[in-house]
């Protein structure tokens, strides 16, 4: 399938992005190995507006300084020193939206994603879950921002069309310090879909 647009990335909904790349490829080519999958979980980020938000207020350093880029490239960051988790920008220059990509069904290089995440055998939490996923794929700080449309790491358009009775809308997880923002329903996830982070991934 052809890698998503960067007309696609360029929306300024976020909510809408999030929710229209469940079902789509994540893919990555490290050192010429290939790995990637479904994209079955995705959380969206608000930009200024979201307390849950890195750029909350406009909030921008180092760190953050991917997001306010134009839509299209990643942004990926050290979760409590240990995780490195994967973001895709989207929105216009200077309006810092991104969505985390929290989970994938794996369809391609299993074996390596296996070694990686020092795994013997398939089961759900080989990818279920953004630290998780990022392990797997070989995603570190070597691959923020980087362009969505180049060769390293990319998103395509797939044959996994998802109804609106398939995908599950919810509140965001580990965002408790985002107050009434915690509530928003940022997070959309494949319904029935085992290769999701907990809780709630049975309804």
């Given amino acids: 399938m052809a890698k998503l647009p960067v007309s696609f990335y360029r929306n300024e909904n976020v909510v809408e992005v999030a929710r229209q790349l469940i079902g789509k490829m994540l893919f990555t080519n490290i050192d010429a190995q290939l790995t990637g999958g479904i994209i079955t979980e995705t959380e969206a980020y608000d930009g200024v507006?979201?307390?849950a938000c890195h750029a909350y207020g406009g909030r921008n350093t180092n760190r953050t300084a991917t997001m306010y880029l134009a839509g299209g490239v990643t942004y990926v960051y050290l979760c409590y020193g240990i995780h490195h988790l994967l973001n895709v920008v989207s929105g216009m220059v200077g309006n810092p939206q991104a969505v985390l990509i929290r989970a994938?069904?794996?369809?391609?290089?299993?074996?390596?994603m296996l070694e990686r995440r020092r795994m013997e055998k398939?089961?759900?939490?080989?990818?279920?879950?953004p630290g998780a996923l990022s392990q797997a794929l070989g995603i570190d700080k070597q691959l923020n921002a980087k362009d969505l449309s180049a060769n390293e790491i990319w998103i395509e358009d797939s044959d996994n069309l998802?109804?609106?009775?398939?995908?599950?809308?919810?509140?965001?997880?580990?965002?408790?310090?985002?107050?009434?923002?915690?509530?928003?329903?940022?997070?959309?996830?494949?319904?029935?879909?085992?290769?999701v982070s907990k809780p709630n991934n049975l309804k």
């Fill in 49 to 51: 507006v979201d307390k």
């Fill in 122 to 129: 398939l089961a759900p939490r080989i990818t279920a879950g």
């Fill in 162 to 195: 998802c109804g609106e009775d398939e995908i599950v809308a919810t509140t965001r997880i580990g965002v408790a310090y985002a107050q009434e923002h915690a509530l928003w329903p940022f997070r959309f996830y494949l319904k029935g879909n085992k290769y």
């Fill in 104 to 112: 994938i069904e794996p369809t391609e290089g299993v074996e390596l």
